[in-house]
């Protein structure tokens, strides 16, 4: 399975894509697992929320399935000793967070998919 950042207009998308033997038959399924699956994939009205700013994540406060308000701080990047919350931009449901606890990031890397 690889993972891959694809753009479609203005908005991007995290997919995993698996390659299977040519004449291979593969039967689509829809997942019975709830939200909070970390398999959950950005798609569909998914927005990909970036890192503002380089740093090390020092929480993260929400995991997928969650649902958040406009405002609320889903995440904590340390920067220069300064503490950034990181909000959400709209009401909506996380769908997927590509970062943890302890992690570096750099400025425009995804850290979770709202939609």
Known sequence: MKTYR???GDKEY???VEEVAEGTVVQ???ASAPAASADVVAGGDAEIIEAP???LILSVNVKPGDAVKTGDTVL???AMKLENEVVAPQDGVIQQVF???GQTVDAED???SIA
Do not use: P
């Open 28 to 30: 689509e399924t829809v």
């Open 6 to 8: 694809v753009a479609v």
């Open 99 to 101: 970062v943890t606890q």
């Open 14 to 16: 995290i997919v995993k």
């Open 53 to 55: 700013l380089q740093g």
């Open 76 to 78: 904590i990047i340390e």
């Open 110 to 112: 995804a850290l979770y």
